[in-house]
């Protein structure tokens, strides 16, 4: 055989062999990059997502009316604290000075109310009561401070943990200077949008996931529904008050936010596709097969079906489609 006969030859089986590598890349590639979905059958479920937040449903504000000199705190922030435990110690000298203050203006008020009458035929009905008006907020307030020098030792009412702290001994304060939880007493509330509270009942269950641990799925039960409505920026959210369990491996700190899943509907063991793999026309909901000719082009052809639950995962089939047909998607056509 000539060289010359050899090369043709050689070429030959070049260009033969390269068609075939050529022909098996086509289609491998192919492959890769088209998704499939088989019918099978699974759970098909719809829910709904709120916003949520971490609170205690027992807790107690250790609190003083008055502006107090503080002269001791006992405590500082996650500090456990036993009940009837004392924990601000509130200096008497500066409540007793109070008293004396408030007693004389007790006194001036009660003679201007005392003058405003005697002299009732140059002032008015609402001269009059006005100077009546002073007179009782005085007495009122000068009873406050009356109970407030009777408890100059705030003790704290549960067991619990304290998380806010409002005041450093040496301070003058007045309203909450501590906060102390139950940290058993700890539930979420969930703010379910006007539109959605109809698919929220009691009972229901529900998935937690909070903001600090997204890849904890903690489960929940509704434990009620507040009948009061909240308005934030033009819409009506209803709040529903879920009880959570197991959380002895988290560490959960009141305050924190999390996203509430709630199933409202839930079908087991249905015929069903991917919902991603399907879409809808004028014609109904279809999802597309995928055709290779002989010259290995890729064609998509349309095959449509009877849908039932609409899920956030799948969608349920009622006909059309069989157990074990493979659908694709981000086919090359």
Sequence with gaps: MSKKVMYVAVVFLSIIVGFQVIKMLKTTTEKEICEESVVNYD???????????LKSSNYADISTEIPTLVKWVGVEINDKVKKDERLVVLDKSTITAQIKNLKLAVGRAELAEQEGRLKSSHLSSKQILSLKKASEQAREKLNEVYAQAKKTTLRSPIDGVVIRKNVNSGEIASGVLLRVIDINSLQIEAFVPEVDIAKVRKDQEVVVI????PKDKQRGIVKKIEMGSSELQGNTYYKAIIEISNLENLILLEGMNAEVVIKYENKLKVLSIQRDFTKKDD????????????KDDVSLKKVYFKEGLIGDKNVEIISGLSEGQVFSKNCNK
């Design 43 to 53: 759970t098909v479920s719809k829910s709904i997502k709120v916003n949520a937040v």
């Design 210 to 213: 909070f903001d600090a641990y």
């Design 283 to 294: 014609d109904g909901y279809f999802v597309y097969k995928k055709e290779i000719n002989d």
